[in-house]
């Protein structure tokens, strides 16, 4: 007959009264931090505890019972399946959210350009007065050089205009570079936290007992060696803000530490690239910006607008690495010598947005293995990164949309529908440019297309090639030769790109100024453009083709920019845009709204994926708080549970006092 086991029914019960207050510890533990970002909630790990052998005086009629629970650990309540959808949609969501920032910013700044009277734009208004001030020249003041001062003060007007929007993009450009680089330190600063979290996690699972080979096989992995779970939230928080910057691949995996015995080793890598590796274990990388250099016009080793890298005779060796006057090798902020790449430049590329990952390190400066990957620098591409922060501002600082060179189509085929800061830069100047020079042409010009002022020194010629000139003959000014008095009473440049002098070239939004000659009454606006006509005070057919210029439509091409003496920004001179037909044909005011409508609908499309992805990383956030978040009806129901096990518990334990009790004390005494 099987009786209860003094010492096995007191282990047992003792058990149960000690599962039951670890249980409540734990129980407690979550309601505290109910409050605590990223916390996750906790459970106790049990199983039964099962004794082997069998006594030698045991009956084959006996029956074993069980020994009692064994606590084996705490564990997490966490879903990694969520946890890996929902830092993929949170990358989309920093994508779309960073560059929906930025369109922010130049919609702000486009939607002033629409803010005139009668829904017309600020700009746009004065263009029409400029129209009207010509009209009024030409039907009530024909001949009176004095209304020339009314136009003036409208262009005057114009070019304030132009400057205060340029001056506008520029420092969303600059903010928006500035965001770029705080973001990058941001992620090397969180790449630093998650390795000395891993240590600090690698340690505490050592010093509590990591997972051997035999345990593993028995089916025990988790249940020791996982006393460091507030350091994975810690972890987890900033893996989660990590995410947002830089698409990422996160990946756990078991790292021997000898004599069988294993601990978690946590890896990040760039989403989709194992090689692209950012933390392996208790090493980790860091997101560097680097530079390409170029040799300038005068041979000089430079930065691509041409600045020189650094005085003194910068040049390279035998080797190819950057060397200054002395033949010492010039070294990087990082210590690291440099080696251009053949003098090539990655146009499409901001020089300061070339992206790379150092080689991996951990807390005592040592370096992985060049031969592993992390233990080399990985060069992040141009289209590598697909989501993330940080991507988005690189695209919005670099992509110029349709003023995309050859090499940027190479690079990204998308690259000519994606418009970034620079395209809107490019889109004003061409505008001032294109207005600019067809105003100067009309002054500068005769009606047959021949130079009137030499638009390199602004003196006046006349045309001495061959008899019948081609136009290329025309646009060569070695055909002409100087003169004292203009041909044209007038004739001159109307607009520069100098504020005190008279050059047509290069003309910009940041630099168009009115002319040094009109400013000063020198030049006016002609009023014929016909030589022989030139004492007639009642020929207007100069106002008139200015008019009809205000009214039409004109063609504004990729490389009209490029062509006019390297004003695309972020495009080296001399490139060539990969499409040379016009984007847009219209008059100035059409390209005012053309332009505004694209940043529009951009902004729109932006926001409306934005929404969508921000639901869905919503949505997924919920769902892992429900797994994973602290619930107060659940540690309620719990609490009622577990003082119901314990008092039970505490039970048996009296009531197998007393049957002993009864058995040692009370049998055999039957009759006394």
């Known amino acids: 007959m099987s009786t209860v086991s003094t010492f096995s029914g007191f282990t047992m019960a003792r058990l149960g009264i000690m599962a039951s207050s670890k249980a409540m510890e734990v129980t407690g533990n979550n309601i505290s931090n109910i409050n605590t970002p990223g916390y996750t909630r906790q459970s106790l790990d049990q199983r039964a505890l099962y004794v082997g052998g069998a006594d030698v005086y045991a009956s084959q009629f006996d029956v074993r019972v069980g020994a009692g629970a064994l606590t084996t650990g705490v564990s997490q309540l966490r879903d990694p399946y969520l946890d890996i959808r929902f830092r993929n949609e949170n990358s989309q969501v920093g994508f779309y959210e960073g560059k929906y920032n930025v369109l922010q910013a130049l919609s702000l700044i486009w939607d002033e350009v629409a803010k005139g009277e009668e829904d017309g734009g600020v700009m746009e208004k004065q263009f029409n007065q400029i129209l009207e001030e010509l009209q009024v020249m030409n039907t009530e003041h024909a001949g009176d050089k004095t209304y020339d001062s009314s136009v003036l003060k409208s262009c005057e007007g114009l070019v304030q205009l132009f400057h205060s929007y340029s001056d506008s993009i520029e420092r969303v450009l600059s903010d928006t570079t500035d965001a770029f680089r705080e973001n990058i330190g941001t992620i090397n600063n969180h790449l630093k936290k998650i390795r000395e979290l891993n240590e600090s996690i690698k340690k505490a699972e050592i010093s509590s007992g990591a997972i051997s080979d035999a345990e593993r096989k028995e089916g025990m992995i988790g249940e020791r060696g996982q ?227 030499n638009p390199e020194n602004g003196k006046y010629l006349e045309y001495n090639g061959p008899t019948t000139a081609t136009d290329a003959e025309k646009a060569d000014l070695n055909n002409y030769k100087e003169i004292d008095k203009p041909l044209i009473d007038g004739a001159g440049a109307l607009f520069s790109s100098v504020g005190d002098g008279n050059v047509t070239t290069g003309i910009t939004a940041s630099n168009i100024h009115i002319s040094y000659n009109w400013e000063h009454s020198i030049t006016h606006i002609v009023q014929t453009r016909d030589p022989a006509q030139n004492d007639l005070s009642t020929v207007n057919d100069n106002i008139v083709h200015l008019i009809s210029q205000m009214q039409a439509n004109h063609g504004y091409a990729p490389g009209d920019l490029l062509e006019a003496g390297g004003s695309n920004h972020n495009v080296r001179p001399g490139s060539s845009a990969a499409n040379s037909d016009a984007f847009f044909t219209g008059s100035f005011q059409g390209m005012l709204t053309y332009v505004n409508n694209m940043l529009g609908n951009d902004k729109k499309s932006t926001g409306d994926i934005l929404d969508n992805y921000y639901t869905s990383a919503e949505e997924l956030d919920l769902g892992r708080e429900s797994v994973s978040g602290v619930d107060l009806n659940d540690e309620a129901v719990n609490m009622m549970q577990l003082q119901k096990s314990y008092s039970a518990s505490c039970r048996l334990l009296t009531t197998i006092d007393e049957l002993l009790d009864k058995l040692i004390n009370g049998t055999g005494v039957a009759g006394r």
């Open 227 to 453: 006393q460091a779970l507030e350091l994975r939230d810690q972890r987890n928080v900033i893996i989660d803000e990590l995410s947002k910057l830089l698409p990422i691949d996160v990946k756990y995996s078991d790292e021997s530490i000898g004599a069988g015995m294993t601990v978690e080793k946590l890896t990040i890598t760039l989403k989709g690239n194992s090689n692209a590796v950012l933390i392996d274990g208790v090493y980790n990388g860091q997101l560097s910006v680097q530079q390409d250099y170029f040799r300038n016009d005068k041979g000089e080793i430079a930065y691509p607008d041409g600045r020189p890298l650094k005085p003194g005779g910068v040049d390279i060796d035998k080797d190819g690495y950057l060397i200054d006057k002395d033949g010492n090798r010039v070294k990087n902020d990082a210590g690291n010598e440099i080696k251009p790449g053949a003098n090539l430049l990655n146009k499409q590329e901001d020089p300061y947005l070339r992206l790379q990952i150092s080689v991996l390190e951990n807390n005592l400066g040592q370096k992985m293995a060049s031969n592993k990957p992390g233990g080399e620098v990985y060069k992040i591409g141009d289209q590598e990164l697909k989501g993330g922060t940080v991507q988005a501002q690189r695209e919005m600082l670099t992509k110029v949309g349709e003023y995309s060179t050859a090499e940027d189509i190479a690079m990204d085929p998308n690259a000519s529908t994606k418009r970034g800061i620079r395209y809107y830069q490019n889109a004003l100047d061409a505008l001032a440019q294109k207005f600019a020079n067809i105003f100067n042409e009309a002054n500068m010009k005769d009606k047959d297309g021949f130079y009137l002022v």
